[in-house]
C-alpha cells in the first residue's frame, strides 16, 4: 500500500534532491498544501496536492475519490488570479490510479497541473504540463 504520509514524503525528499528550497510536508491530515518548495531561481512555489492507498477494501472507488477532491481543490487553485503557484498532485504509481487517470493528461496539460506518480520503491516519474 502506498499511503498519502508515504507520497508526501516521497515527494518532500525529491524536491529536495531537485534543489528546492524551504521544502515543507503536511504529515497527516494537516491542513493546507499537501507538499510545498520553492524554485530557488524562479522563487516560484510548488504547491503539491498528495493522496494516497487507503486500508478500504475497495481502491478502485477509494482512488476515484481521492482524484476527485484533489483535482477539485488544484482547479480551485488555477482559478485564483492572485495565485502564482506552481500546481501538481503526487499519487501513486498503481493500476487503480493509472486506470482513473487515464484520459486525463491533457486536461491536466491545459489547466496546468503537473501530474507526479510515486511508486512503492520511491520512484518519482511526471506527467508535466508541456510534455
Not at 498519502?4 to 497527516?28: C, F, H, N, S
Not at 486506470?99 to 506518480?117: A, K, S
Request: glycine residues 10%.
Amino acid at each position: 500500500m502506498i499511503s498519502e504520509d508515504y507520497v508526501k514524503t516521497t515527494m518532500a525528499d525529491w524536491l529536495v534532491r531537485q534543489g528546492y528550497i524551504d521544502v515543507i510536508p503536511r504529515m497527516g491530515k494537516a491542513n493546507g498544501i499537501d507538499v510545498e518548495g520553492k524554485d530557488p531561481t524562479s522563487g516560484v512555489r510548488l504547491a503539491i496536492e498528495c493522496k494516497g492507498e487507503s486500508n478500504a477494501k475497495n481502491q478502485w472507488d477509494n482512488a476515484w475519490r481521492n482524484l476527485s477532491h484533489g483535482l477539485f481543490n488544484l482547479i480551485k487553485d488555477t482559478e485564483d488570479p492572485e495565485n502564482g503557484d506552481e500546481i501538481a498532485l503526487a499519487i501513486p504509481d498503481t493500476s487503480d490510479y493509472r486506470r482513473r487517470m487515464d484520459g486525463l493528461r491533457d486536461f491536466c496539460r491545459r489547466q496546468g497541473i503537473t501530474v507526479y506518480w510515486v511508486s512503492a520503491s520511491g520512484e518519482v516519474n511526471s506527467w508535466g504540463t508541456s510534455s
